[in-house]
């Protein structure tokens, strides 16, 4: 499990660590991912990119997880990364815009498209003509393929915590 768990953490990666200190440790998921460590080690190389080399922002991929989680009613994808979004500067105001979801009013155009896509992704597998536009006037061919493996991971990972029912920890917050 040591090697599954260290190909989360590339040391190539330019972006700075995620906060550990009195951050929630995850061991359901972690308990979870060890019974099977080859998979675990495959699955963490692909969620280390999204985590530290994606060439989304810390902020964007933690709305599209969000996102997701709350779509996909994953309890503990959503309450797992309101401390990463907390640590990405995502306000608690904005976190209800989440739940709302892209038509929220606080929305700036690329944000409300990338909330969209993941709205779009999860029903239809497709993002729309329309979408597809808006977020690709900010944003370049790599950023718009690490957007949708973000939600294809996350997704995955929401089937997942959801079907071999992995609980919340009791140390990650409950709002």
């Given at each position: 499990?040591?090697?599954?768990?260290a190909a989360?953490f590339?040391?190539e990666s330019d972006?700075?660590a995620?906060?550990t200190e009195?951050r929630?440790?995850?061991?359901?998921?972690l308990g979870?991912?060890?019974?099977?460590?080859?998979l675990?080690?495959?699955?963490?190389?692909?969620?280390?990119?999204?985590?530290y080399?994606?060439?989304l922002?810390d902020?964007?991929?933690?709305?599209?997880?969000?996102?997701?989680?709350?779509?996909?009613?994953?309890?503990?994808?959503?309450?797992q990364?309101?401390v990463l979004?907390?640590?990405?500067g995502?306000?608690?105001?904005?976190?209800?815009?989440?739940?709302?979801?892209?038509?929220?009013a606080?929305w700036q155009?690329l944000?409300?498209?990338?909330?969209?896509a993941?709205?779009?992704?999860?029903a239809?597998?497709r993002?729309?003509?329309?979408?597809w536009?808006?977020?690709?006037?900010?944003?370049g061919?790599?950023?718009?393929?690490?957007?949708?493996?973000?939600?294809?991971?996350?997704?995955?990972l929401?089937?997942a915590?959801?079907?071999?029912?992995?609980v919340?920890?009791?140390?990650?917050p409950?709002?």
């Amino acid at each position: 499990m040591r090697e599954a768990l260290a190909a989360l953490f590339p040391p190539e990666s330019d972006r700075p660590a995620l906060r550990t200190e009195g951050r929630p440790k995850a061991l359901n998921a972690l308990g979870t991912f060890a019974r099977h460590p080859v998979l675990s080690r495959a699955f963490n190389t692909f969620n280390g990119h999204l985590l530290y080399t994606s060439t989304l922002s810390d902020r964007h991929r933690e709305l599209l997880v969000l996102r997701v989680a709350v779509v996909r009613g994953s309890e503990y994808e959503r309450r797992q990364h309101i401390v990463l979004a907390e640590d990405v500067g995502i306000s608690s105001e904005e976190m209800a815009w989440i739940a709302e979801g892209p038509n929220a009013a606080g929305w700036q155009p690329l944000e409300r498209a990338m909330l969209r896509a993941v709205d779009e992704l999860l029903a239809d597998a497709r993002v729309s003509d329309r979408t597809w536009d808006a977020l690709s006037s900010d944003l370049g061919t790599e950023q718009l393929m690490d957007l949708v493996f973000t939600v294809g991971a996350y997704d995955l990972l929401a089937m997942a915590f959801r079907s071999f029912g992995v609980v919340p920890d009791e140390d990650l917050p409950t709002s």
